[in-house]
């Protein structure tokens, strides 16, 4: 029997960086499904070792994986984690020189010749999806046979580099089995962008995204979808066995084919499967299917905005209008859908600004949806790679597998080993991007405080809020409910009330 130990690396290090307050332990979906593509097959022994559980983390590879005689140790990685997937492969080839070392992912399948090239401890590179591609692998291991035939794979023929074309077959998403065996408590999840704390886990109902957008890892990829039953099966088997009434959907964009979102949505309801769910979506669906939606449990939804200067998102090829997220954000409100927009700043040829049109924008859509803003950071294999490159914003020589380290990351509280794009924007501009939205929000609420019509019930809320704030909460109060704000708030009130005759 052959024995496979597949591996999700340590967390990286965010010190201090947004990403270590946002970090979730998330199930390693990658390895639960290439687990799943091997069940009933007995020549392979399949077993999962999470680094990032719990009790795995105060411990050395040397103790966990030291007594491991697995013939192929299989790694996954982000390119967050690429640096301790790198490191895991080192151990592992020192401790088990016999055994083959196998990566995969999203980092590695875009950067597979560099990676085999810097790191002589990696054998193969998995590219794309695994299912098909890594069981075809280990049964040529597990024979002796050569590689030569593997579609997708990049591997190391002594001294040479031999990079396969890609897997022509495309793994039939009715057909794999979703893995079941954890509890909630092993990976506790809630609904996602909810205001409350909901339990949840995660499904999956289509693969890839048509879509080209500059700065996404799984642009432009083969989309199938799941049929509709399977998944609410696989729903239904999640709510009972995990007593939960809340789903993610970890599909890249859930909306992508109206016709998959109306028998999803018609299924769930059929079924009267009571579930609250989260999707993430482009804003330029038919409206209609956000009711849809609505009434088969949707309540939460994720949108990347990006910009909100039209030549910017014309520049990243999103193909939406600003109009259409003002709609989306707008007839999501009117349903009771929560909103999350998702900006970035930095982007290939912007300006000062076209950021601060992001940021104005950003706050007329505060009243329909919660907005946020990060900087944008190059990704292997996308186009912005591609344009950071030819423009020297990642200077020459630079390769995924040489340490990176950027302080200026961590004066952005984004995670210091992913490069960022930075082009026109001055380092001083980008650390003052918060504080201008903060201001611009600022400024946006006080106006909202003193339009005249609502000016009576305004004051009392404000000093109630002000009071609880202060008083109750025991918070700061915000910027804007000065001493002379409030004095000026008093002023315009005596005038309104005397009236314009007096
Ligand atoms: C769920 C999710 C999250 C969750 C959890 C992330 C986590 N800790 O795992 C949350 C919401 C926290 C999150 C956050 C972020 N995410 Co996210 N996320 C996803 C999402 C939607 C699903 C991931 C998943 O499970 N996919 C399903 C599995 C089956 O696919 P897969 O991982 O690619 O695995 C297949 C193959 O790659 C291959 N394979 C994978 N590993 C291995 C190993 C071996 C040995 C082999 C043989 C094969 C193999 O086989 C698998 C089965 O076919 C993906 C988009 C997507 N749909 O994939 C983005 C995605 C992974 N996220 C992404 C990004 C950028 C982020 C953020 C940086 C966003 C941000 N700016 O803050 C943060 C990073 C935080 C973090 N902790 O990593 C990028 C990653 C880009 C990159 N190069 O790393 C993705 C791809 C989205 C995108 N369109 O670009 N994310």
Redo the contacts with the bound molecule.
Sequence with gaps: MISIT?IQPFRPEARGAQ?EE???L?RP???L??AAAFEGNNLFHVQIVDLQSGNMRNKTPEELFGNDDANIF???S???SRFQAIDLAKVLKRLHPDSWI??????F?HCAEETLAYVPEIDVV?R????IT?TQLADRIAHGQSLDPVQGITYRAGSLVIHNPDQQTA?DLDRINPYSCYSWDDYPEYLFGYPERVKAA?V?SSRGCPNSCIF???RATSYRVRRADLVCDEIEMLLDRLSLRAINF???SFTVWPAHVSEMCRTMSDRDLGVMWWCESRANVPLKLLELMRKAGCVSVAVGVESGSPPVLSRLRKNITLDQVRQFCKTCKQLDIHVQCYFMYSHPGETDREVLETLDFMVELDQWAQCYI?PA?I??GTELESIARGKSVLLEGFNWCNLYDSHFNVALRQLSTCPLYIEKLSPQFMKKVPRLLQKKRFTAGREQYLREDVMDSNLITLLQKAYSHFFVQRKPLPDFVCWPFLKMLFKRKVGFRTGPSS
């Design positions: 597949l990403a946002h970090w979730q998330t979906f990658s390895l499904y290439l299989g790694i996954t982000s390119t967050y196998v990566v995969g992912g999203v980092h399948s998995v794309g999806e695994g299912e890594f793994v995660s999956m996404c890892a799984k970890i599909d890249l990060q950071m990704f292997p």
